[in-house]
């Protein structure tokens, strides 16, 4: 699975309590692999809009450089894992699962997309698997996987007595976000208590960046204190972030600029959905109390028994 926000580590300390778990980063040669894919002529490049063969054949290659250090941190004797539990899983050759499965065919195969499937850099690897699982709702109708939403990482923390923030806005400072968090500013800077904190690893030095990350801790911390938090997730992803998820733990409004999550259990009265390039803070929203729904996200124990785990 990839490495993100401590929910590798998280997934694994669950379990190891009923199993042995060798996990694998793998998005750990994502930047590598996606350079080693762009190397291609101008000519390729347009090719491979026409032919997906092509482009295929270039991810695989890109990929296939690091299959022996991927299999170097897996076990090799026979029949050795019982599952094979894939999350993403696109940065890894085909051949490696095809290696895996050749090694331990008893095992239970099982697939997790908790990014949008067609986000993927790849799909190929997805069919190796029995057990398909998806986070995205449309794309389970699409694909025919079962649905499963995201677990969290804590149990629910409650929200303090009183609000130190208006509006928290957290996150790496991918896409839009930077921009997005310029204009709040100058919109709401005054209006609202704006807690704003992008994570940027290149060090752009933009008004709101930092070159370290919230650990999670903080980060539940700070919503605890907030009225909303606003949820701008890529452009392109349909499914919920995990923070609508988590806002559920700390009892935190959720600004959001995906309308797909009207389509979700998830979805109440606590959710604002806003126009991604015009975001307008609707002040009755602000004001108004955080609802009880009844609805609970999952915790790591019961989204693995949704697997059988």
Known sequence: MPSFM???KSLQNQLE???????????????????????????????????????????????????????????????????VFCINGSFLSD??????????????????AWDDVRNLIKQSHIK???E????????????????CPMFVQNKTVG??????????????AHSDRQKIADELYVK???????????????HTNGRFCHDQPLTYEKYIEYMRKSKALIDVPQSTQEGPTTRSFDALLTKTKVITVNSYIKEYPIYSDNILI?????IVIDDEFMNKPYIETGYQALTILEWLKKFNL
Not at 159 to 172: A, K, P, R, V
Not at 190 to 201: A, G, S, T, V
Not at 274 to 278: A, F, T
């Open 132 to 147: 398909k699982f998806a986070y995205n709702i449309s794309e389970c109708k699409k694909y025919n996987f079962s649905y």
């Open 128 to 130: 190796l698997f029995d």
């Open 17 to 83: 309590k009923k199993y042995e778990v060798t996990l694998l980063n793998c998005d750990q040669f994502d930047k590598a692999i996606l350079d080693e894919y762009k190397k291609c002529s101008k000519f390729r490049w347009i090719l491979r809009k026409i032919f997906l063969i092509i482009k295929e054949h270039d991810q695989e290659r890109a990929e296939a450089k690091y299959l022996m250090q991927t299999l170097e941190k897996v076990n090799a004797a026979k029949n050795y894992y019982s599952v």
């Open 95 to 112: 051949k490696f699962y095809q290696v895996i499965k050749e090694r331990n065919p008893q095992a239970r195969y099982i697939y997790y």
């Open 6 to 8: 401590g929910y590798e």
């Open 274 to 278: 806003v126009d991604r390039n015009n």
């Open 159 to 172: 929200h303090n007595s009183e609000d130190i923030y208006d509006i928290l806005f957290i996150g790496s």
């Open 188 to 202: 709401y800077g005054k209006k609202y208590r704006l807690f704003i904190y992008l994570y940027d690893p290149t």
